[in-house]
């Protein structure tokens, strides 16, 4: 089990919701399915690493800052005499290294991640150091996608190919490696230092009127939402859950949105497009959140 688990970062919460609730232009919706890739692709490198034998601590998705630079470390794993981070890349498709660039068969430069792989363990060994601890930082890039190809590769360089993953699982748990209490604090140190919100997240500007109301499934995000008694199912996926845990979900999605709007029964019942009675949605806020003011001037807040 690691040492700190990877969730879904918050910028791809709100990109989902999106992706659903409003039209995206070309752009937009191209650096959804980017993320979304990305993400997919680290998740399947979890578990491979929560394979490893080796005593270590694993650390998934750390967003870090040391001298006001940002930087974002995929995978984390403390050994005893060193540290391992690896940048995973979901490409897919042919790719090229040419005079040290990355680049697609049509000669598009893309960005290097090796240059990504550097400045990452530049700023780590900077972290490390401003908190007195020195141990060893090795880095890799890891191309976790089987139908990954890249051309002229180069032999020297900090890179696994999907080929050479097996290998690279050999290789860590052939690590000898006894943590002491010393490993857990550089650990525990990194979990603490970590960023909660990226300051360079990027979304779509976008404003309520935008967006499309009604509720969602929450397998198949169809709005084809339909109520069975205390109920509601999907008419695309079949898809069954109580009113109660699918209104809040929706709720969720429009606090996430919108943190500064007052939740209010008139709000959610607009947002869920009347599929839910005001009486009854009243009586779902009630129970999950603070009631605050009365009549008309009633809202619901967590505090």
Known sequence: ??????????????????NKR???TVDEKKYYL??????????????????????????????????????????????QK?????EVKNYEGDYCFRNGRFETLAEKEIK????????SKSLLRQ???????????????????????????????PIIYPTQLDALMENLNAQPSKLTTQHKKIAEKLVSLHQTKSQYSQVPTFKYSQLKKGLTCKVCSSFSMFIQGKKIAC???????????????????????FPTLKITTNVV????????????????????????GVRQWTFYDNE
């Open 1 to 18: 089990m690691p040492f700190k688990a990877r969730t879904v970062p918050g910028k791809l919460i709100i990109l989902r919701i999106l």
């Open 22 to 24: 409003m039209d995206q």
């Open 34 to 79: 980017y993320q979304e890739k990305g993400f997919e692709g680290e998740v399947q490198f979890d578990l491979l690493t929560e394979k490893v034998q080796s005593e270590c601590y694993i650390l998934n998705d750390l967003l870090l800052n040391v001298n006001n630079t940002t930087f974002r470390l995929d995978t984390t794993i403390i050994f």
């Open 82 to 86: 060193k540290i391992s981070f690896f």
């Open 112 to 119: 290097n991640p090796l240059d990504q792989l550097r400045r």
């Open 127 to 157: 972290l490390l150091q401003k908190h007195g601890y020195n141990l060893p930082i090795e880095g890799y890039v890891v191309f976790i996608n089987p139908r990954f190809t890249l051309y002229q590769a180069p032999v020297n360089e």
């Open 235 to 257: 008419g695309d996926c079949g898809f069954e859950e109580f009113v109660e845990p699918a209104v809040m979900r929706n709720v969720e999605e429009l606090k996430l949105l």
């Open 269 to 292: 019942y607009e947002w869920c497009r009347g599929a839910v009675s005001k009486k009854t949605l009243s009586r779902i806020l009630a129970r999950n959140f603070n009631k605050v």
